[in-house]
């Protein structure tokens, strides 16, 4: 079952833990955008549903105008046109959230961000794989379909903190604690078995929930040279329509 984005974000909103982890994140409507746009360089216009990195928007505050970019497509505009710039990359038949938009760290110079793959086999969540998904040089999302490929999530925290392998190990370990988290929040309002969680490090090294999604690709995975997280997610996947 496909859960909307704003339903999931608010489950986790609730979540005492949870809640300083998420970017602010709002139905979108004008006057939200532009007061997201005040406080935020740039702020993430995202369909409710959908997933693959489709239909979201990027919209960037330049010194007197604005940057609006979906997918390869890109408008520079006066701020009296910065609805007619949005409104032409949205789809009409979509719902759409507003998502504060964050510095993300980056690897070799591409910003990256990490998928978790979570599964419920049988009666208790198990992550079945983490990788980092490193974006197509000069894109904002590092989707698998928008020419994002997979590297060791091990390799990219190593690289991030600068080959100090104590402090990559703690990040990855508290990344894993939120996303079992995150899955056992949701799953508590929701029917779900899989989960693929979206998470970020930003330039400051603090750690985003971007998203979790109810029916995650797991194609990423097949990127990798070790086999084993793909065999692992296959199994389950077998399990689970037991």
Known sequence: MSVGKMKKYKVMLKHPVLRRHLPK????????????????SSVFIKPNHGSGGSGIIRVKRLKKRYEVR?????KVVRSRF??????????PGHQYLVQKGLRLAKY????FDIRIYLQKPRGKWVISGEVARVAAPR?????YLKG?????LNRVLYSL??????KANTYSRKISKLCVIIAKTINKRHP????????????????WIIEANSRPGHMLFTQLSDRTMIKTIRRNKRLIRK
């Open 25 to 40: 994140t709002r139905w979108f409507t004008k006057s939200r955008t532009k007061r997201m746009l005040k406080t935020y």
């Open 70 to 74: 979906s997918a390869s497509r890109r």
């Open 82 to 91: 910065l609805f007619k710039a949005i409104k032409s990359y949205r789809n």
């Open 108 to 111: 070799h110079g591409s910003i």
């Open 139 to 143: 894109k904002y999302v590092t989707n």
């Open 148 to 152: 994002g490929h997979a590297v060791s």
């Open 161 to 166: 903190f600068k080959h100090n392998r104590t």
């Open 192 to 207: 779900v078995r899989e989960l693929g969680v979206d998470i970020a490090i930003d330039k400051k090294g603090r750690i």
